[in-house]
């Protein structure tokens, strides 16, 4: 199957049924070398004709979109959906999704130079933040004017305004790459935990992003764990052993939820030995900023062993710059100037009027992403995304997370292009720059200082 190229975009359109015994039928090593020499922006799998698929099905197709994009660096995924077909493609990824989806072909169009400059006025719905965000950056640089929607009964309520020429809802732009079983709400990283807890739960648990979420600065973890059946003595030793591994950060662990009624009372009295708090409602922690600011605000991480950065990262440099740059210039509509780039501890010069956001990456290579914005060039970000000009601090914290999101993204899709695979964490931000300097206290690494418009903007990559 060859599929059929038109202003920029090739769509195979398969027809049928979608599954491991018929997926291989569709494609040739002919058909494969034919792929690899298309010049194109992207390449989709449209299900407009797929009665029936299954993860096995799709698979035939993801495998190869790794290929299209090393070689033409084409954004890949899949359009023609219904709702249920979007969901069934979202469950069977629920952990790493580096391709596309889009509701039609006509929305994918958006997207490609082939429809830049457009100015095509569109309303945006997604219920996850992040890709709110992204999509929207992804319009506004191909020339669009987003608006973006937070909630499905605004959308429905909007969507047949003629104000707009396009709705975009039920589509992932795949760039994000990876999604944790785990959200972040303020600096705060909840994980939730269900059913009966036993020795399974050090297989279940990330231990790696977690230790790299520590890394990045985050000092908070909550366990929702209102859905906990018990636990035995292997689980309650390992929440031990996480709560006095994140006590060399000082971190803190808090259980939101959990009934002892089938647990020994005399877990509990461990847990709380070794650190760990009880709450019985998230709200009692998430609506009291006083109890935020003193469970998480002690940053300083106390790391025995802090790492120098290596050659490995230092030849990388480039890549990371280059995301950084690209989302920044786009987002303020201005050329950066690079003033200096130096080997060395961090040095932020004038603090005052300065937020920043950290972000690690682990895997084929291990680090961290520190971004140091003047709030204006924040608050510019903020604008794009929610469509006004605020000063809700919020606000624009979490638009700061969400750049910081979308450089990650982009230096992992850059990454992984030389084959080198890396997942990201949560972005962690920080209103106060004395905090950003407590967590990487000590570490040499790359600093690259850059202006935007005179702005000084400030990019530091470690270890």
Do not use: W
Not at 273 to 291: A, H, T, V, W
């Amino acid at each position: 199957m060859r599929p059929v190229v038109k202003d920029g975009i090739g769509v195979f359109s398969p027809q049928g049924f979608l599954d491991g015994n018929s997926g291989m039928s569709f494609m040739t090593g002919e058909d494969l070398k034919y792929l690899k020499n298309l010049s194109i922006d992207m390449l989709l799998v449209s299900l407009k004709n797929v009665i029936f698929f299954n993860h096995n099905g799709l698979d035939t197709f993801v495998k190869l979109f790794e290929d299209i994009r090393k070689d033409n660096h084409a954004m890949v995924g899949f359009c023609d959906y219904d709702t249920n077909k979007f969901n069934a493609i979202q469950n069977f990824y629920p952990d790493e999704m580096n391709f596309s989806l889009f509701k039609s072909l006509d929305i994918a169009y958006l997207f490609s130079s082939s429809f830049k400059e457009s100015n095509k006025n569109i309303l945006v719905y997604s219920h996850d933040k992040s890709q709110r965000s992204m999509i929207a950056i992804e319009l506004h640089d191909n020339g669009h004017n987003p608006t973006l929607i937070d909630n499905q009964s605004d959308y429905n309520n909007k969507k047949d305004e003629p104000s707009f020429d396009y709705t975009v809802d039920s589509t992932f732009i795949g760039q994000m790459g990876q999604k944790i079983a785990s959200k972040v709400s303020g600096n705060a990283i909840i994980y939730t935990i269900t059913s009966f807890l036993d020795a399974d739960i050090n297989d279940k648990f990330n231990n790696e992003y977690h230790t790299n979420s520590l890394n990045v600065g985050f000092r908070l973890f909550i366990f929702e764990s209102s859905k906990v059946i018990s636990m035995n003595v292997p689980a309650l030793n390992f929440f031990s052993k996480l709560s006095s591994s994140a006590a060399e950060y000082n971190a803190t662990i808090c259980f939101v939820g959990l009934k002892f009624d089938k647990t020994p009372i005399a877990f509990k009295e461990n847990l709380e030995d070794s650190g760990i708090l009880f709450y019985d409602n998230m709200e009692d922690i998430l609506e009291n900023k006083e109890l935020l600011e003193e469970l998480g605000a002690s940053s300083a991480a106390n790391i025995k062993n802090k790492r120098v950065i290596n050659k490995k990262t230092v030849a990388e440099l480039p890549r990371f710059v280059d995301a950084t740059v690209a989302t920044i210039e786009m987002m303020t509509n201005s050329k950066a100037q690079k003033e200096s780039v130096e080997i060395k501890d961090i040095v932020v010069g004038d603090t005052e009027g300065k937020i920043a956001s950290s972000i690690g990456y682990y895997g084929d290579m291990d680090g961290m992403v520190i971004l140091v914005f003047p709030k204006e060039i924040a608050k510019q970000a903020c604008e794009l995304l929610i469509g006004e000009s605020t000063d809700d601090m919020e606000l624009i914290l979490d638009t700061l997370a969400e750049l910081g999101n979308i450089v990650a993204g982009k230096i992992k899709t850059m990454l992984s292009e030389d084959d080198i695979k890396v997942n990201i964490t949560l972005p962690r931000t920080y209103q106060s720059i004395e905090s950003l300097l407590e967590v990487i206290d000590g570490r040499k690494g790359v600093q690259v200082d850059l202006s935007f418009n005179n702005d000084e903007f400030l990019f530091f990559l470690t270890r």
